[in-house]
Nanobody
Framework: VQLQASGGGLVQAGGSLRLSCAAS????????LGWYRQAPGKERELVAV???????YYADSVKGRLTISRDNAKNTLYLQMNSLKPEDTAVYYC?????????????????WGQGTQVTVSS
């Protein structure tokens, strides 16, 4: 199984980015998928999760600004990031699990991508 995250970069506050995570080696449409992030000196935290059926869950800090979506035909997960803030600066990781609740709680997640850096300047 491979999860390949891409799309990170440097953007000014208020700007937008779209992250992608291309998956291979798994039956993509039965997996719950998520985005986590880790800022320097901080623990990894949940950003958003999407179930196999399309239900979503967001961390309070990103509600209304970030949108998670998936394209099962392309085996790809997305994170549309709008109205970015300096506190969104982090390495963003995609993750896959057959359990929506486990991936939401950060438990026993079997598959992780390599991370993509997002830097938001003020």
């Amino acid at each position: 199984v491979q999860l390949q995250a891409s799309g990170g970069g440097l953007v000014q506050a208020g700007g937008s980015l779209r992250l992608s995570c291309a998956a291979s080696g798994l039956t993509f449409d039965i997996y719950a998928l998520g985005w986590y992030r880790q800022a320097p000196g901080k623990e990894r935290e949940l950003v958003a999760v999407i179930s196999s059926g399309g239900s979503t869950y967001y961390a309070d800090s990103v509600k209304g600004r970030l949108t998670i979506s998936r394209d099962n035909a392309k085996n790809t997960l997305y994170l549309q990031m709008n109205s970015l803030k300096p506190e969104d600066t982090a390495v963003y990781y995609c993750a896959a699990s057959q359990s929506f609740y486990e991936i939401r709680l950060g438990l026993r997640i079997p598959y992780w991508g390599q991370g993509t850096q997002v830097t938001v300047s003020s």
